[in-house]
Nanobody, 119 residues
């Protein structure tokens, strides 16, 4: 059973930074695509970023380009989301997810971590 555990959320002032971590329980994920999503109050869940665990290629949503970055540490089986220049509209619950590269659907999800940006 794959488990994803997020950490690193919290309260930060606008313009500040946070780094979220997603620890994966299974080494089998080494071939997977890892993603970060977020859901703000009253809004749909939206894609934030993804990274291919094997080759490290990344994709970022337009709304976070230039401010967020995604990376992974294979030895620690952990994916990171570095968030800089945070804005009030980044306030959301952030979720880590994983999908088989042959699929478009993210099948594994973490429990989420709250990020609150005060203006």
């Amino acid at each position: 059973q794959v488990q994803l555990v997020e950490s690193g959320g919290g309260l930060v002032q606008a313009g500040g930074s946070l780094r979220l971590s997603c620890a994966a329980s299974a080494r089998a994920l080494s071939s997977y695509v890892m993603g970060w999503f977020r859901r703000a109050p009253g809004k749909e869940r939206e894609f934030v970023a993804s990274i291919s665990w094997s080759i490290g290629s990344t994709v970022l949503a337009d709304s976070v380009k230039g401010r967020f970055s995604i990376s992974r540490d294979n030895a620690k089986a952990t994916v990171y989301l570095q968030m800089n220049s945070l804005k009030a509209e980044d306030t959301a619950v952030y979720y880590c997810a994983a999908r088989d590269p042959r699929s478009l659907r993210f099948d594994y999800w973490g429990q989420g971590t709250q990020v609150t940006v005060s203006s």
